[in-house]
C-alpha cells in the first residue's frame, strides 16, 4: 500500500470512529451519565466548552478564535503529511501525523456543527438532526467520555498546596480525538530520527567544501 493511501486509510477509520462513538454517546446517555467498564476505566459522558482538558478560553469570542485557529492547524498539519509522503519516510511517521490531523478534525467537527444538529443533553437524551438544537455553527460542544480514575486518595499534608487534598489520577475525561493526537505525537517521539532528520552527511560535507574555498 503507497504512502499515500496508508494516511488517507488512517484518517477516515479514525474519523468516523470518532464521530459514531461520540454521535452514540450523545444519543444515547444524559449528560453526566455513564458506566463502569472496569474500577479504574468508566465510560462518563460530559461536554467540553473550551480546549483539551476542560479549560475555558475567552468565552464565545475565544471559542471561535480557537476552532479558527485549529483550522488552520490543520492546514498546517495536511502541508506536513504531504511533505512527508513525498519524502518517502517510514510508514509509522505518516500514521503518527495522520493520527494528530484526525484529532484535530474530529474536535472541529463538534465545535462547528454539534450546536445545529444537536437539541441539549441536559436532563435528557439529545436528538440528533434536532428541530430545535442547543447552539449555533461554530459554536457546538466537544463531547467527551473516556474517564480513566486509575488511583483516587487523600494527598499526604506534606505536600504544598495540596496536601490533604481529595485527589484522582487520571481526573480528566477525554475523548477518542484526544487519543489520537496523544498516541500520534507518542509515534514521532519515537520515530523522531525518521520524523525530524538531520541534513544529508552528503550536503554538509559539500557547505564544508564549500566554505573552504571562499
Do not use: C
Amino acid at each position: 500500500m503507497s504512502k499515500k493511501n496508508i494516511a488517507i486509510l488512517t484518517i477516515l477509520i479514525a474519523i468516523i470512529l470518532d464521530q459514531v462513538i461520540k454521535i452514540y454517546i450523545k444519543t444515547n446517555y444524559i449528560l453526566g451519565d455513564g458506566f463502569e467498564v472496569f474500577s479504574w476505566f468508566k465510560i462518563h459522558f460530559v461536554e467540553n466548552n473550551g480546549m483539551a482538558m476542560g479549560f475555558e478560553f475567552g468565552g464565545k469570542s475565544g471559542k471561535l478564535f480557537l476552532t479558527l485557529f485549529r483550522i488552520v492547524a490543520v492546514g498546517a498539519i495536511i502541508y506536513w503529511l504531504a511533505g512527508n509522503i513525498k519524502r518517502k519516510v517510514h510508514n509509522a511517521v505518516i500514521i503518527g501525523i495522520s493520527l494528530i490531523f484526525s484529532g484535530a478534525v474530529g474536535n472541529i467537527i463538534d465545535s462547528i456543527f454539534y450546536g445545529v444538529i444537536f437539541d441539549s443533553s441536559e436532563h435528557k437524551v439529545a436528538t440528533l438532526f434536532a428541530d430545535k438544537p442547543y447552539g449555533e455553527l461554530f459554536y457546538g460542544k466537544v463531547v467527551d467520555m473516556f474517564y480513566f480514575p486509575i488511583w483516587s486518595g487523600n494527598l499526604p499534608e506534606w505536600i504544598p498546596f495540596v496536601g490533604g487534598d481529595l485527589f484522582t489520577f487520571f481526573q480528566y475525561i477525554f475523548n477518542p480525538a484526544d487519543s489520537y493526537i496523544t498516541i500520534g505525537v507518542a509515534i514521532l517521539f519515537i520515530f523522531s530520527k525518521q520524523a525530524f532528520p538531520k541534513e544529508d552527511k552528503k550536503s554538509d560535507k559539500k557547505i564544508t567544501e564549500t566554505s573552504s574555498e571562499l
